[in-house]
């Protein structure tokens, strides 16, 4: 199957700080890309949609000026956590989706802010 | 009404045994049907996907899909302890995904 990669799969930082996470399809060229928070033993939430060459569209309640999400190629797409705050600490997961119809999730960013 | 139901469990079984996992929708407008498993702290891992109403069979997974009830069900034979996991369901219309909320199964040696 199709590989995304997400980087890096763990980081802590001081609040007020601005965290990038980048996500990046390995075999495949991506036409969208989606962003997902996961809160312990919740499903996932959808962030925001990407498509590559355009802005992104954010779901009702995500403020894009907090979590500005670039995708730039067809492989990589990166989520930038603007004065990052304890509660933005969670899980966030990137998926990716080819021109067939499966979307394939990276492995998981796990961000702590202290 | 959520678009997609599905009950969050947890599933706790023996080792060995068949696993029903189900979900139920509401959305006619559904076509592609996915089954996702996630371990703990890792992304979601695609298991199986189906289009039509019917089984896919793929090793020890069968996905069902009942278009006319819109209920779909993945049954997990012989489980095994590395078949814990949560199991998510999700379905898309267009070029919008819609998932289920998971369940957590749990397979005792």
């Known amino acids: 199957g199709a590989v995304v990669s997400q980087h890096p799969s763990w980081v802590i930082c001081k609040s007020g700080t601005s965290v990038k996470i980048e996500c990046r399809s390995l075999d495949f060229q991506a036409t969208t890309m989606f962003w997902y928070r996961q809160f312990p033993k919740q499903s996932l939430m959808l962030m925001a949609t990407s498509n590559e060459g355009s802005k992104a569209t954010y779901e009702q309640g995500v403020e894009k000026d907090k979590f500005l999400i670039n995708h730039a190629s067809l492989t990589l797409s990166t989520l930038t956590v603007t004065s990052a705050h304890p509660e933005d600490s969670s899980f966030y997961i990137c998926?990716?989706?080819?021109?067939?119809?499966?979307?394939?999730f990276g492995p998981g960013t796990r961000l702590t802010v202290t | 009404q959520k678009e997609v139901e599905q009950d969050p469990g947890p599933l706790s079984v023996p080792e060995g045994a068949i696993v029903s996992l189900n979900c139920t929708y509401s959305n006619s407008a559904f076509q592609y049907f996915m089954w996702y498993r996630q371990y703990s702290r890792k992304g979601p891992e695609l298991l199986m996907y189906t289009y039509s109403s019917g089984n896919k069979e793929d090793g020890r997974f069968t996905a069902q899909v009942d278009k006319s009830s819109k209920y779909i069900s993945l049954f997990i034979r012989d489980s095994q302890p590395s078949d814990s996991a949560t199991y998510l369901c999700a379905m898309k219309a267009g070029n919008q995904f819609y998932f289920g909320t998971g369940t957590s199964l749990t397979v005792i040696p």
């Open positions: 998926s990716a989706k080819s021109s067939s119809y499966e979307q394939y």
